[in-house]
Structure formats: structure tokens, C-alpha cells
């Protein structure tokens, strides 16, 4: 379990960063925690001739507020929003989520950036970040553009990064003090991958609601207009109304043949719109 | 209940350092601190690393494996071994049949994983990277990887001149005729999965060969050094003297290390071929996939009991997933075979039958892992027992009560001829049962959960025969049969004392325990006792570190060692006081007469020493003695324990939480409490893996799909509660102390239990739990048949 041969740069700013990427034309791997790029190295799962190291660059250790919107670098850590080191317009959504990323050991070095290169439909910030509304710049040597979070999972390890591309802010809308946050996820064990995932936003007041489903074998299920999960609306009744039955076809038109699969991963979200309604 | 027990009124002299004592370990002083010193820890001039290229396929034909030019001389396939000898363990039970594993595969591959070529390099990458260019030509063939098909005729075969996969069938039967009339029968299949040791340290070789003294030296992570060197000796046509295996500190063994492996064959024949030393660590996914995995048992079972719950017989035919080769020593028919013998457990019964098959198919070799069979056993018949309880209305707990063997019956010999030395089966039960607290857990099943989770409980018990010796293997024949066990016992001048023994410790605490055997009979303080073992060349011959037999069968033979030292001290300290050596005694490391004393360092001084103050009757002998020691009866100590638990089961997410558990122990007296400890909280995790977690599951082409930790998983720290013991200390009749063998027993009941206890939380949805691992997944699908069931019939 020894990685093939492969080159190693670890350049000072995003520019020079982006021409080594340029130059590697998709021959390249960014690594910043290495949490799952190391162990896929390992395994010679992953054979890249360059491995690129960002965590010399101090621009995407940024994490400040603008205006009603967090912008987080790349290269936070899921330590760094779990302690606080982040400033938070989540009202504590965030940090909750970060807390139960894998291990602690993990979470020191594993960054938010990194998880959602990596595109594990298993990983948390995947469908959490989906769930606040979140929007991800990328960028170049070509320029910049903006994704939203449920446009840039294709599917699993699949996203619409291209060759030379790296992610670059993570841009989180601040949560509505009207706004109930559900999160609950399956995992065998403390700190395994989840099985299930359900991470919910709803706000009765404003008659919104965002609603993803997520570790499926695929890009999570999100429902940015999900009054059809409630009953045709989006009240202060929600957790009655929820309907499992609409979840189930949802899981179903995904691809998830098993009914105790499909079973596990309603019950799921059902605790999430419970822990909202809490 | 915790710890609150008083040792200090343990046999032997509780308080203090002697047998009974809660001594810290002696050996967490280097190994707390980091610096202990494994195999890979291991540096020498010159070593180079090893890499080998596997089978990717389960079962095929090489029609070629071709190495690039530049690599020649730097890979190594079967046919560069001449000479070499494929590993062989026979067992001589009648219709056993022989595999021949070859270190390197020839002709074709039975497993995924199988070596293929050795690849050597300055270091492991490097030998990574030319394994990769090696390419190999392979022709698939039907892959065995059901062991129930793989019973069946005209199954594919993974020895084609056996003509079937059976490496061997046993039938055992009492009476059984005379069960069947009998008002409750409950028939079930229960199994449980194919699992994985997960030692933290993995296996790992260094091998080297010294010209000077014209001896092969083997580093390995091994928990029985002589044996391994036997096998290497045997595979490789060399004298044992020209061989000494060294086994460092070892970090687990579990059965894991107690095989001799084609990588140790291999790296003896490269290092004497390339002339520097060599190297292979095993890593995570050839633990997994390639080794040694265990534990995959099959029951088709039926139970036969009278309405009063009290048992009348039972009927079981067992199948062990045996792999693709016979490991040596223990063989590809211990496992099953065993099953036979210790099926009926602690429990009554008039009534027996069971046939067992040891199945070979196109997987990694079985082996025994900590608590063997017993934790499968243990599983199908707890499991059983339950439901002639829910047959007879009776509490799980009461059934137990009216079928275990009373204490007054002891010794006694069951319907297999086991013979239980000592033991009060049913008072551990009853206290179990107490600590759990019944009838609270009924009152608030009662009530039901307010978060829509099924609260529900579970018992279990085993026996754990232990430290068994000749009478017992000697019907196996196996190639490892454990005879006497042997001590050396050697003051030093300066009245310190070295014990030498041919056991290792793995975990075991050794140093510590066997110091506190020395301390009780010389009186020697501990920290002035060094335990030498681990290394071929230094001490006695042993099998070693298996079975729980360190404790009794080392124990005693230090013990021996030491009172055979002692006297001949005594003699010696009669003649510096002037006495009449009947008029003095040996005590608290002094020897003692009416006039004075002298102690065991100023003995030791003068035989050294100063010669020419001793005795002229004096024995040659000196103060070093190598002595041997077998229990009055060599059938094994019984050690036992009921387990009980809570767990509070999510029936829509299928989570288990475990909220209690409680374990009864009986270890005979306990040498070190702490470390007897130690020892269950171990086995338990162990236990509670097979119960929920661990799991190497296959397709159909023969392929492991657990292959890293993500995959296979593991109890942590957060899956394994704060269990509450309890220990009761009956002491064996027949050993040193009364001691009794441990080892195992924390990994066997945990399954049982637990699934019982899902089992009782799940009963009233129509859901019944027979296969481990019990996962969210499994216990999901339950619950929604149970449900479309009930639809249907409604």
C-alpha cells in the first residue's frame, strides 16, 4: 500500500497554483488534508503524475462575512468551523454539522474544500451545503465562475470541475432567524461514511423549504420546492404533513432498488424534519 | 460493581505482588511510552523491502507471469524455490484430506490474494511499483465461494483429485432417538459471517541470514515461535538449529499469528539467496483479503426440550467455511470438528447428535480465532435457548437455571466426555440476572419508548476449555501437540531472577503475571524478574501462545522452576548460616534459621562468586534450572460466564444501542485481577464486533469486498459500553494456584447475548434475528417482511 511514483509541488499563491494546474492538462491532483486523496493514493487507486499541495496557500485559509453571506476559502478545515474559528451565519447549523465529520483526527486536517473536490456522495458538507442554499466559486486560469451546491455534484466522485480547475470560496447565505435546520444521518459507527443522510431547511413562515437526501450512490437528491414532501404546502405543521411515501418514489426514481435501503433513508430524513420541528 | 470487589482477599497473597495482586503491568512502562519493538521497527544493514504480486481472481489456472527484462533478478516465482516444500497441516482424524499450499502459487490459484511472485527493492514502494509491471496470464475458473454449494455434487473443484470440497465430515451421536418424541422441538439455520482478527499490528518478517553462526534468523510477528520454526524447517529441508525465529513485542495475536506463512517460507529462501536481509510488512488490505480470515460458521439445528423447559437432546449439522488450504499447525478441521465436542456447551442433556463438514472453497484460510469455534457455538445454541424459552413461556434466564450443570455435579463429565473440573454455572447466571436487573428491564418494556426505539434484553453463557494438553490433541493429530511445558529459572549473581519461557505474550501481560508466579514462591520483588521469551535460541521449546494456555501450563512450569530453585537455595543458605538444612526455610526471598537469616542475593553472590564458601555436597546443578510442568489432568481448566444485556433497538433505522451489560466471570483464581480485566473489556469489543459490526462479505466470482477499514468495520471506543463484571474465583482442582485459562472467554458470549436481546426487543413485531453480523440493514429488511407478513395474513 505504497503510492506509484509521482511529482510534488507545493507552490506560495493561487496564481502559481493555477499554471501548474494548467500546465498538468488533468495529469494533476490537488491534495490539502489528503484525508481521502492519501489513503486512494495508497491503494493506487489514484495514479497522478503531479500531486499539488495548497496548504501554503494563505488566500484560501480566509473566512470572513460579506454582507448577508459567509465566504469560506477552500482550505478551512472542518476543525475550524466545529471550534469557531469560522465566524457562523448558521446560527450554529454549520458547526453541528462539522462536529460530526469522521474522526477528530480527521476533521484537524480534512478540508471543506477538499470534501466537496472529492465529491463523496457520503460526505457531509456535500448535502449540507446543499440544504443551506450554498453557492461555490471556481476558478482558473481562465477566470472564475459560480456554482450552485446542487449543480456541482454529478454524481459519485463526479462534479463539474474541470482540468485546471480548483474550488476556491464556498459562499454559505446566511439562515433566516425564522428558519428550522434538521440534520440526521445513519452511520454504523461513530465516524463512518453515512448510509443515509437528510439535511433539512425549512422556514413555515416564509412557506420554503429545502430538502436534501444524501450518501446515495449518487449526487444527493436535493428538493429546493419541496411543499410536495408536506402535503401540497409548507406550514407551521410540517413534521404532521411530512409524507414518507413521496420521499420513498423520490429514492426510488434515484436508483435505490432496496426497500430497507430506501426504508432507512426516509426514516432518516424523517428525524431530520423532526430534530427542525424540535 | 466495578472494581469494587476486595482483592485483597484473594487465594494466594493478594496484597502486595504476588498471585492475586492488581499489579500495573511491568511491560506498559516501554509500551506506553512508545517504545516498544516490533517487527517493522527492525533495522538492519542492507535490509531491502519485499512486495508480492497476488491472485486478483479467486480461482485459476497461470498460464504465464511475465516480468519485464529490467526486472529480472528482482522477481522471484515459484519456479526459481527449488527445493522448497509446500506447507502442509495434516490432521490424522480418519477421512481427513491433505491440501498443499504452495508458498508461491503453481499451476493454479485457490483464493484472491494467493502469492504469485516475490518482488524485492530498496523499499516497499519501489517493490510495489515492479510488482505492478509484472503481468499475468490467468485462466478464470468457477469460483467455490458458498460453502453450502460448495457441499453439493458437481460443484466446481478446489482440489480436483479430492473429488468433492470436503476436508473432512465428523459425526458424534448419543441416543438422539431417544429426543425426538419430546414435546418442544424449535428447528432453525443460524450463521455467522466470515470475519476478519484486525490485530492493530499486522503479520511482518525480516529475515537474515548470520554466516558465523550458520543460522537463518527469522524476525516475526508470531505468538508461537517454536512451532512456526518446526513448520520453516519442514518447508525449507533445513535442521531446526540452523533456524532461530525471534518474535519481538507482537501486537495482538488472536490465532492470526499463530500460523506459519508462506511470506515467512518465502523471505528465508530470498535472504539466503540474495545474501542481505529482506522484509515484508503485511499491510490492511492483505490482512483482510489474503491471510487468514475466520469464524464463518453454518447451523442447521433443531432443540429438543420438555415443556418444563428442561432440554432433551439436540440435532445439528454443522458447516465451517474452511478456505482453500489446511493452515499449519492447527489444520482445516479444528474449527468444525470442534464444533462437535462443545456444542452442548455447559447444559444437561440426555440426547445428542451432530455432524459436522469442514468445507473448502476458493477463500483465504480459516483459522482459529480468540474463543474458536466456541463463539459460533455459543451463538446457535443462546440463540436456540431462547426459543424453547418463548416455547415453554418461561423467562430466557430461567431455562438456562434448569439446564445447567449444578455445582454439586462437580467434576463432571458431559455427554461429549468434556470434563468440567470445577465451577457453580448456575450461580453466575443468577448473578448476572441480578445485576441486570430483570425485572426493572420487564417493567420498562411494559411502558414502551417515547422515541419509538424496542427495548430488550439478553443472557448468555459458554464454557471455555482451556490449557487443554496431550490427551486431548493427541487425538487430533495435528502437527502441533503440546506435551510438558517448561521453565528455565536462573538467579543472577546480584540475586535478580530470569525466567525463560517458550509462551509469548501478545497482549497476554506475561511479564507481569509470571513475575507475580515468581514472586509468590521466591519472594523476589518484580521489578528484579526479567520474563525472556519470544525467541527460539533462548528459550524452552513450547507451541506457545494459543488456547488460553499461557497462565496455567507457563504458570505452573515457572512455578516448578522456581520451588526446584528455591530449594536448592535453601541448601545453600543452611550451609552459610550453619545449619542443619532441615532446620531452615525459604521466605520472602531469604532463607531463614533459628540464628539469623540470609538472603537469596548473598546465595547468589556465593555460588557465583565466591565458590569456596560452598558446601562441598553442594548440587552442580547451581542456581539455574530448567524444569516442566502438566496439570494433575491435562483435559483443560473451565473457565465460564454469563453475559447479560440491554440494547434499545430503532426498528425504522435499524440501530442498536447497547445501555448495559453485565459479565460474571469464574477464571479460577485470577493471577492479576487487573489484567484478567483487561483481558474481557478486550474480548468483549472483540465479541461485539461479531455481534454488530464485522463482516467479509464475497461475490460470486470468489471476490473480498471488504478490503480496507472503511468496508470492514470495527468496534471504536464509542461502540463499546462501560461493561460491569463480577468475578467469582472457583479454583481448579488439578492446576498450580487453581488457576485457570481466560483468554478467550470476553469474545465468546457477546454475540449470544446481543442478538438475543435484539431478539427480545424485535419478538413482538414478528422479527427474529439468526445471522451475524445483526446490521441496520438486515435488521430493516426483518422488520418490513415482518410487516408485509402481517398484511398479508390480515
Known amino acids: 500500500m505504497k503510492p506509484a511514483p509521482f511529482g510534488y509541488e507545493r507552490p506560495r499563491d493561487l496564481q502559481a497554483t493555477l499554471s501548474l494546474l494548467a500546465e498538468a492538462n488533468g495529469s494533476a491532483k490537488i491534495i490539502a488534508g489528503g484525508q481521502s486523496l492519501g489513503p486512494m493514493l495508497n491503494l493506487r487507486l489514484v495514479q497522478p503524475e503531479l500531486v499539488v499541495d495548497i496548504t501554503g496557500l494563505a488566500e484560501l485559509k480566509q473566512a470572513e462575512r460579506s454582507g448577508d453571506e459567509l465566504v469560506l476559502g477552500a482550505c478551512i478545515t472542518h476543525a475550524d468551523i466545529e471550534d469557531g474559528r469560522t465566524p457562523d451565519v448558521t446560527r450554529g447549523a454549520m458547526r453541528g454539522v462539522a462536529a460530526n465529520i469522521a474522526y477528530r483526527a480527521v476533521r484537524n486536517r480534512g478540508t471543506i474544500g477538499g470534501s466537496l473536490s472529492h465529491a463523496d456522495p457520503a460526505a457531509d458538507w456535500v448535502s449540507a451545503l446543499a440544504a443551506f442554499g450554498a453557492r461555490l466559486t471556481l476558478r482558473s486560469l481562465a477566470g472564475a465562475r459560480t456554482v450552485a451546491m446542487e449543480d456541482f455534484i454529478l454524481g459519485a466522485l463526479e462534479s463539474t470541475l474541470r482540468p485546471g480547475e480548483i474550488v476556491e470560496t464556498i459562499h454559505v447565505p446566511a439562515r433566516p432567524a425564522s428558519a428550522h435546520w434538521g440534520y440526521a444521518k445513519s452511520c454504523r459507527k461513530t465516524g463512518e461514511f453515512a448510509h443515509a443522510l437528510g439535511a433539512v431547511m425549512i422556514d413555515p413562515s416564509a412557506a420554503t423549504a429545502r430538502v436534501v437526501m444524501g450518501a446515495i450512490d449518487t449526487a444527493p437528491i436535493v428538493i429546493t420546492d419541496a411543499a410536495e414532501l408536506f402535503g401540497g404546502r409548507i406550514a407551521g405543521d410540517y413534521k404532521e404533513r411530512f409524507d414518507a411515501r413521496v420521499a420513498d418514489t423520490l429514492l426510488a426514481k434515484a436508483g435505490i432498488g432496496s426497500a430497507a435501503d430506501r426504508h432507512i433513508h426516509v426514516s432518516v430524513l424523517k428525524r431530520a424534519v423532526r430534530e427542525a420541528a424540535a | 460493581m466495578r472494581n469494587e470487589r476486595d482483592f485483597s482477599s484473594a487465594p494466594g497473597s493478594g496484597a502486595g505482588q504476588g498471585v492475586g495482586a492488581r499489579l500495573p503491568r511491568k511491560e506498559d512502562d516501554r509500551l506506553m511510552r512508545g517504545r516498544g519493538q516490533f517487527v517493522a521497527d527492525i533495522r538492519l544493514a542492507g535490509l531491502q523491502d519485499v512486495a508480492f504480486v497476488r491472485s486478483p481472481l479467486a480461482h485459476a489456472r497461470i498460464r504465464g507471469i511475465h516480468v519485464p527484462e529490467r526486472y529480472k533478478g528482482s522477481v522471484f516465482t515459484a519456479a526459481d524455490l527449488v527445493g522448497i516444500k509446500p506447507i502442509r497441516a495434516v490432521s490424522a482424524l480418519p477421512g481427513f484430506k491433505i491440501s498443499e499450499q504452495p508458498v508461491l502459487a503453481t499451476g493454479k490459484v485457490r483464493q484472491v490474494g494467493e502469492l504469485i511472485a516475490m518482488c524485492v527493492a ?418 524452552p521449546y513450547s507451541t506457545g501462545t494459543w488456547g488460553s494456555r499461557s497462565m496455567v501450563m507457563a504458570g505452573g512450569a515457572v512455578a516448578t522452576a522456581c520451588r526446584e530453585l528455591g530449594e536448592r537455595a535453601r541448601r545453600i543458605g543452611a550451609k552459610l548460616l550453619q545449619h542443619d538444612p532441615a532446620s531452615v526455610v525459604l521466605q520472602n526471598g531469604e532463607v531463614r534459621g533459628v540464628n539469623g537469616s540470609v538472603t537469596l542475593k548473598e546465595i547468589a553472590y556465593t555460588w557465583y562468586r565466591r565458590p569456596q564458601d560452598l558446601p562441598a555436597d553442594v548440587d552442580p546443578g547451581g542456581l539455574e534450572i530448567t524444569s516442566g510442568y502438566k496439570p494433575q489432568r491435562d483435559s483443560g481448566t473451565f473457565s465460564y460466564a454469563a453475559h447479560a444485556a440491554v440494547v434499545a433497538v430503532d426498528p425504522d433505522m435499524g440501530e442498536v444501542e447497547i445501555l448495559d451489560y453485565v459479565i460474571v466471570e469464574d477464571g479460577g483464581v485470577l493471577v492479576n485481577p487487573m489484567v484478567v480485566d483487561g483481558q474481557i473489556y478486550g474480548g468483549l469489543a472483540q465479541g461485539i464486533g461479531t455481534a454488530l459490526y464485522e463482516e467479509m462479505p464475497f461475490d460470486a466470482s470468489g471476490q473480498p469486498l471488504a478490503t480496507t477499514l472503511a468496508d470492514y468495520l470495527l468496534p471504536g471506543p464509542t461502540e463499546v459500553p462501560a461493561a460491569r463484571l463480577d468475578h467469582m474465583e472457583t479454583p481448579s482442582p488439578y492446576t498450580q494456584f487453581g488457576v485457570k485459562g481466560i483468554g478467550e472467554g470476553g469474545a465468546i458470549a457477546p454475540p449470544a447475548a446481543i442478538a438475543n436481546a435484539i431478539n427480545d426487543a424485535l419478538r413482538p413485531l414478528g422479527v427474529e434475528m439468526m445471522q451475524s453480523p445483526i446490521t441496520p440493514h438486515r435488521i430493516v429488511e426483518a422488520v418490513l417482511a415482518a410487516r408485509d407478513a402481517e398484511r398479508t395474513a390480515t
Not at chain 2, 484486525?198 to 537463518?216: C, I, N
Not at chain 2, 531472577?497 to 501481560?509: A, D, I, K, N, Y
Open chain 2, 122 to 539: 530498496p523499499t516497499r514502494a519501489e517493490a510495489e511499483d515492479i510488482g505492478a509491471s509484472v503481468t499475468l496470464d490467468l485462466e478464470e475458473l468457477p469460483a467455490v465461494y458458498d460453502m453450502l454449494k460448495a457441499r453439493e455434487a458437481g460443484a466446481a473443484l478446489v482440489h480436483e483429485h479430492w473429488g468433492d470440497n470436503i476436508f473432512l465430515e465428523t459425526n458424534y451421536e448419543v441416543d438422539i432417538s431417544a429426543a425426538l418424541d419430546a414435546p418442544i422441538k424449535v428447528t432453525r439455520e443460524i450463521s455467522t459471517a466470515r470475519q476478519c482478527m484486525s490485530p492493530l499490528e499486522g503479520r511482518g518478517v525480516v529475515a537474515t541470514f548470520d554466516h558465523r553462526l550458520d543460522q537463518l534468523t527469522l524476525y516475526s510477528a508470531a505468538q508461537m515461535p517454536h512451532i512456526t520454526r518446526s513448520g520453516l524447517a519442514e518447508c525449507l529441508g533445513m535442521e531446526e538449529g540452523r533456524i532461530r525465529l525471534i518474535s519481538p513485542d507482537v501486537g495482538g495475536g488472536f490465532g492470526h499469528k499463530g500460523i506459519l506463512l508462506p511470506e515467512e517460507v518465502c523471505l528465508s529462501w530470498l535472504t539466503m539467496r540474495c545474501g542481505h536481509p529482506v522484509r515484508w510488512t503485511e499491510d490492511r488490505r492483505e490482512h483482510l483479503t489474503a491471510s487468514s480470515n475466520c469464524r464463518e460458521h453454518h447451523y442447521k439445528i433443531a432443540v429438543y426440550a420438555d415443556r418444563d423447559g428442561r432440554l432433551r437432546g439436540i440435532d445439528c449439522e454443522a458447516t465451517v467455511d474452511s478456505g482453500a488450504y489446511s493452515s499449519y499447525p492447527f489444520s482445516a478441521c479444528l474449527e468444525a470438528a470442534q464444533v462437535a465436542s462443545i456444542l452442548p456447551g455447559p447444559y444437561l442433556m440426555p440426547a445428542y447428535r451432530c455432524r459436522t463438514f469442514s468445507v473448502a472453497t476458493n477463500k483465504c484460510p480459516i483459522l482459529p480465532y480468540r474463543g474458536v469455534a466456541r463463539t459460533g457455538v455459543c451463538f446457535a445454541l443462546e440463540l436456540m435457548l431462547d426459543l424453547v424459552a418463548a416455547e415453554a413461556g418461561l423467562e430466557p434466564g430461567e431455562v438456562r437455571l434448569r439446564n445447567l450443570i449444578r455445582p454439586e455435579q462437580m467434576p463432571f463429565d458431559n455427554i461429549t466426555r468434556k470434563h468440567f473440573d470445577s465451577g457453580d454455572y448456575p450461580e453466575a447466571m443468577r448473578r448476572a440476572l441480578a445485576a441486570i436487573d430483570i425485572d426493572t428491564v420487564r417493567a420498562r418494556q411494559c411502558k414502551g419508548e417515547a422515541d419509538g426505539r424496542r427495548i430488550g434484553v439478553g443472557v448468555s453463557i459458554y464454557c471455555e476449555q482451556a490449557a487443554h494438553g496431550t490427551s486431548v490433541y493427541a487425538g487430533w493429530g495435528i502437527p502441533m501437540v503440546p506435551g510438558h511445558e517448561q521453565a528455565s529459572a536462573r538467579l543472577t549473581p546480584d540475586g535478580g531472577l530470569e525466567l525463560r519461557v517458550g509462551v509469548h505474550s501478545h497482549g497476554q501481560s506475561m511479564e507481569t503475571t509470571l513475575a507475580q508466579v515468581a514472586h509468590e514462591i521466591l519472594g523476589i520483588d518484580v521489578a528484579n524478574v526479567r520474563i525472556i521469551l519470544g525467541d527460539t535460541a533462548m528459550t
